[in-house]
């Protein structure tokens, strides 16, 4: 391993087997030259950023990140795959190391996180959710510090992140507010509150996390739509079906999704089963 940059006495920018890689180790980039070798039995971790962007972008900020932090982080991740059993983009680690220093100076400075989103993120993202309460109880193992369900669903918002292809923050937050809103919509119209442990639920949440995703990447097909299938939702669910337009409606005005007639054919049948009502006609 040949060391490119220094970070900081810890962390280090290097060339590992022709790829370009950051290498964390207590005293590993103290007295590091640009082109030295690494003594590679300090090296305790290796990161491989999946883009370039990503690299110049962490590189920025690793400068300030404290070595303990970089590995609580890891070590949440390590815990977030186990739960998810998801493969997770690995630039998660810098960022979250990132996040938990700066709530850490947070609480330092008597500042406390809010954030509204807790009780959706609790409903619509349960295992994320759940993996960020965890992290909550290995952070004050590790510091001492003790923080809110705030900074737990602050923590679900990066594995959201991570779990997807986009790994892009703003998107990750729009479609979980894209998300929310869908579910209230649907809440509002049948004046009622769901379970996030119901099976149709699940499925309802990955219907629009898929649509989400889709139009992320600019996948959206309208190709091989089923116009019989919609008709006859529309006119046997039609209680569904206009609570299914109304998601269209907001997707399109809030998100600029124009959303197919299969999407909306999906969730007219998802939403007549996750509702209490089960209304038709």
């Not at 290796?46 to 972008?57: I, W």
């Not at 008709?231 to 409606?249: G, P, Q, S, V, W």
């Amino acid at each position: 391993m040949t060391g490119l940059r220094k970070c900081n006495n810890n962390i280090i920018f290097a060339k590992e087997n022709g790829r370009q890689v950051i290498a964390l180790g207590k005293g590993l980039g103290f007295n590091l030259k640009p082109g030295g070798e690494v003594d590679v039995n300090l090296v305790e971790k290796v990161f491989v950023p999946q883009e370039t962007l990503q690299l110049n972008r962490f590189l920025d900020v690793l400068a300030d990140l404290p070595y303990e932090n970089v590995i609580l982080a890891d070590k949440i991740v390590d815990l977030g795959k186990e739960r998810l059993g998801k493969a997770l983009n690995q630039s998660i680690v810098i960022a979250l190391a990132d996040h938990l220093t700066v709530a850490i100076n947070r609480h330092n400075e008597a500042l406390e996180l809010q954030m509204p989103l807790i009780l959706d993120f609790k409903h619509i993202f349960p295992l994320e959710f759940a993996v960020g309460c965890e992290a909550l109880d290995l952070i004050k193992a590790e510091t001492g510090i003790e923080f809110n369900q705030s900074e737990a669903a602050a923590i679900t918002l990066h594995f959201i992140n991570a779990e997807l292809d986009f790994g892009d923050m703003p998107n990750t937050v729009k479609m979980s507010n894209i998300i929310q809103k869908s579910v209230s919509v649907v809440e509002s119209y049948y004046k009622t509150v769901f379970s996030e442990d119901a099976v149709d639920f699940t499925g309802f949440i990955a219907l629009l996390r898929n649509i989400a995703i889709r139009f992320m990447n600019h996948k959206n097909e309208t190709q091989g739509e089923d116009l019989v299938l919609y008709d006859l939702l529309r006119k046997r669910y039609n209680y569904a079906f206009t609570c299914a337009e109304k998601i269209a409606a907001l997707m399109e005005k809030d998100a600029g999704w124009k959303i197919t007639i299969n999407d909306i054919s999906f969730l007219t049948l998802y939403i007549d089963r996750i509702t209490a009502k089960g209304k038709s006609g």
